[in-house]
């Protein structure tokens, strides 16, 4: 019987057994997929296209969950424009995402007016109807990272044990291929992270700065690069040991990086020497916030929790691309060498190429 025969019977074609073959295949070809790639854009795009072509439906939406804040946002969205839900979250047990959430177990809802779960806060900002909803949980090891709606799915035998089986085991595939992605990206995220401080490390300088000068299709924008080396901070390390001069270290590129702006970025160096990335600012619009971070310094307290109140300043360079230097190593060396010109000239002190 063809889909067509079968459409004007009144059968689905679910109920055909090489249906049901069809989702095992596409369980395999999905399995073999994400073992592909560890990169979360990939692996939802891999996902959404085999489900969607496998279960038509009016709707998709792919959350993910907050642990800290207990509440889902919209990482993926098909049929709707992303736009609309992107300030959108979700608490866990509300409605059919948060319940699901809320649970770690599937709903199958044909008549979402019959469900008292149902909310409908999505519908009301979009100007969507759901009518029906089939909801997945995305765990490991009964952890949930997120959820998977089908909304409206065409085919009602869908909401059948049967499918709903084969639909659980390809919410299975994605729950592992996204823990292997959060994985993967904590750990990459590591090896750009300063171990004392927690903020960037020599090596996303390098990676970040060459990025910034040498942009993919695009036009290099200016780069204000500031050195700054903490004065005589041998001192409070022999005073009071090296844990507690980490502990300083900490505190001092928190309150440097309270001071940046969102595309700024605040690289520990190494030892007590700190580099700052300013995008898009020329020199004089640096030494206007580097004059800001210096006068913040100097009214700062540093291990007050300890009862000590450490205070410090701080000699700072600044050189810029493409004015002082017309390369990364160049612009290094250039802000670095300023650095060294302030702690000559007095410490304390902000000197430009």
Same mark, same amino acid.
């Given at each position: 019987?063809?889909?067509?025969?079968?459409?004007?019977?009144?059968?689905?074609?679910?109920?055909?057994?090489?249906?049901?073959?069809?989702?095992?295949?596409?369980?395999?070809?999905?399995?073999?997929?994400?073992?592909?790639?560890?990169?979360?854009?990939?692996?939802?795009?891999?996902?959404?296209?085999?489900?969607?072509?496998?279960?038509?439906?009016?709707?998709?939406?792919?959350? #993910?969950?907050?642990?800290?804040?207990?509440?889902?946002?919209?990482?993926?969205?098909?049929?709707?424009?992303?736009?609309?839900?992107?300030?959108?979250?979700?608490?866990?047990?509300?409605?059919?995402?948060?319940?699901?959430?809320?649970?770690?177990?599937?709903?199958?809802?044909?008549?979402?007016?019959?469900?008292?779960?149902?909310?409908?806060?999505?519908?009301?900002?979009?100007?969507?109807?759901?009518?029906?909803?089939?909801?997945?949980?995305?765990?490991?090891?009964?952890?949930?990272?997120?959820?998977?709606?089908?909304?409206?799915?065409?085919?009602?035998?869908?909401?059948?044990?049967?499918?709903?089986?084969?639909?659980?085991?390809?919410?299975?595939?994605?729950?592992?291929?996204?823990?292997?992605?959060?994985?993967?990206?904590?750990?990459?995220?590591?090896?750009?992270?300063?171990?004392?401080?927690?903020?960037?490390?020599?090596?996303?300088?390098?990676?970040?700065?060459?990025?910034?000068?040498?942009?993919?299709?695009?036009?290099?924008?200016?780069?204000?690069?500031?050195?700054?080396?903490?004065?005589?901070?041998?001192?409070?390390?022999?005073?009071?040991?090296?844990?507690?001069?980490?502990?300083?270290?900490?505190?001092?590129?928190?309150?440097?990086?309270?001071?940046?702006?969102?595309?700024?970025?605040?690289?520990?160096?190494?030892?007590?020497?700190?580099?700052?990335?300013?995008?898009?600012?020329?020199?004089?619009?640096?030494?206007?916030?580097?004059?800001?971070?210096?006068?913040?310094?100097?009214?700062?307290?540093?291990?007050?929790?300890?009862?000590?109140?450490?205070?410090?300043?701080?000699?700072?360079?600044?050189?810029?691309?493409?004015?002082?230097?017309?390369?990364?190593?160049?612009?290094?060396? #250039?802000?670095?060498?300023?650095?060294?010109?302030?702690?000559?000239?007095?410490?304390?002190?902000?000197?430009?190429?």
């Amino acid at each position: 019987m063809s889909a067509s025969e079968q459409r004007a019977t009144g059968h689905s074609l679910s109920t055909n057994p090489s249906f049901y073959v069809q989702q095992l295949m596409t369980c395999v070809e999905i399995g073999k997929s994400l073992t592909s790639t560890f990169n979360m854009e990939e692996i939802l795009v891999i996902v959404l296209k085999r489900l969607s072509k496998l279960i038509p439906a009016k709707n998709w939406s792919l959350l #993910l969950l907050d642990p800290k804040a207990k509440e889902l946002h919209f990482e993926v969205v098909v049929g709707l424009q992303k736009e609309a839900l992107a300030h959108v979250r979700i608490k866990m047990g509300e409605g059919i995402a948060g319940t699901v959430a809320l649970t770690g177990e599937p709903l199958f809802v044909k008549d979402v007016q019959e469900d008292p779960r149902f909310s409908g806060r999505v519908d009301h900002l979009t100007g969507f109807i759901t009518r029906s909803v089939i909801c997945l949980p995305l765990k490991i090891q009964d952890v949930v990272l997120g959820v998977v709606e089908v909304i409206n799915p065409k085919d009602p035998t869908l909401f059948q044990k049967r499918s709903m089986m084969v639909l659980s085991i390809l919410a299975d595939y994605l729950a592992i291929a996204i823990g292997n992605a959060m994985n993967y990206k904590k750990i990459a995220a590591l090896t750009l992270t300063d171990t004392v401080t927690g903020f960037y490390n020599t090596r996303f300088l390098h990676q970040h700065l060459e990025r910034l000068l040498h942009p993919d299709g695009g036009q290099p924008q200016p780069v204000s690069l500031v050195f700054l080396d903490m004065d005589n901070f041998k001192q409070v390390v022999d005073a009071h040991g090296h844990l507690l001069g980490s502990k300083v270290l900490k505190e001092v590129a928190e309150l440097l990086a309270s001071q940046l702006r969102e595309e700024d970025r605040l690289v520990h160096y190494g030892g007590d020497e700190f580099v700052i990335l300013m995008p898009g600012l020329d020199k004089k619009a640096a030494l206007q916030k580097v004059v800001r971070l210096r006068e913040r310094l100097l009214d700062a307290v540093f291990l007050l929790e300890e009862g000590l109140g450490v205070r410090l300043t701080a000699s700072f360079g600044i050189a810029n691309y493409p004015e002082d230097a017309g390369d990364k190593a160049g612009l290094l060396r #250039l802000a670095d060498h300023s650095m060294f010109r302030s702690k000559e000239s007095g410490r304390d002190t902000i000197t430009m190429h």
